[in-house]
């Protein structure tokens, strides 16, 4: 194998005759041509998580679309019912919320668990109810409930201690 050195002396082998050596040695030519360079900054490294969206979007341009009238109520059960939405997989369990891309001009009730700055904005110019639904609880085992309720119920005696013993005094 020839180096990379122009010279020809001992420095480190040339990839590229690496790559065609080892292709053929273990891949009997069945890789074919590759171009090898050398990047300058290596890629970034992510999270498992990242990208996963959060909500269901809902732009008020699907709005006409779906053929809403006024007084009409949207919720992520209207939408699924209408067929305006079909979140499947991951996409069953999580919350609506509104984008603001489109304009809207009939008035309607709209329940979602988070609207967009823009959409907020154009919904509330046109009239509509914006009903923001809360977020899940989240779970809690027994006993770490049972702890809490303990510890709550011992800094209240305390503060109730410490609040008749300044009392008297």
Sequence with gaps: MVGSDPAGGGGAPDIYELFCHYNALYFRDSLGACAVCWADDPLPHRGMHIGLPKYVPF?????????????????????????????????????????????????????????????????EAAGCTLTLLPKRKKWLSESYLKNQARAEEYFAKKKGSSGESDASA
């Design 59 to 123: 732009n008020l341009k699907d709005i006409v679309r779906g053929g809403f009238k006024d007084g009409d109520e949207i919720s992520l059960e209207s939408l699924k019912s209408r067929g305006l939405i079909n979140p499947s997989g991951r996409e069953r369990k999580l919350p609506l919320k509104i984008l603001g891309d489109g304009d809207v001009s009939v008035k309607l009730n709209i329940k979602a668990r988070a609207f967009s700055a823009s959409a907020k904005e154009k919904l």
